[in-house]
């Protein structure tokens, strides 16, 4: 299972045409029954820092999707000292503009799709339908 969903990664980087696609996963510690969220799969990545971001649910781009259950899109990302704080991996992907969806499974989140670009990239609605069906396409492998 674990490298089909790395192949779909890799698919829907390679048809939506971005630089950076990324699959939140979350577990639950057994002791401290604190949920914690990671990137578990990426594609177009330039490091390996992905590895070490852990999100709690409310923080960070996967962590905030997560909470809401609702997309989040944000651009023009590198200008704000702020967002790459609350946002690690765009930070350590040195992402521009990107977008996050969620991953649902008869209406409870179960991962976090996000697809980035490393310019500023004007995102349109086509774009963004087009990113929530590939989300959407991940819940079987969930």
Do not use: C, H
Not at 122 to 142: G, P, S
């Amino acid at each position: 299972m674990t490298d089909q969903v790395q192949q779909k990664i890799a698919q829907i980087k390679e048809e939506l045409q971005v630089d950076f696609v990324a699959l939140a996963l979350s577990s639950v510690n057994a002791v401290t029954k604190v949920r914690v969220i990671r990137w578990s799969y990426v594609a177009g990545n330039t490091n390996q820092n992905y590895k070490r971001i852990r999100l709690q649910v409310g923080k960070g781009i996967g962590g905030i999707v997560w909470r809401t259950g609702r997309a989040y899109q944000a651009t023009d990302l590198q200008k704000q000292p702020e967002k790459l704080v609350e946002l690690p991996i765009t930070r350590t992907e040195k992402l521009e503009t990107i977008a996050a969806f969620p991953v649902l499974k008869v209406g409870e989140v179960k991962g976090v799709l996000l697809v980035g670009y490393r310019e500023k990239i004007t995102v349109t609605k086509d774009f963004l339908t087009t990113a929530q069906d590939k989300a959407n396409e991940l819940m079987v492998y969930l």
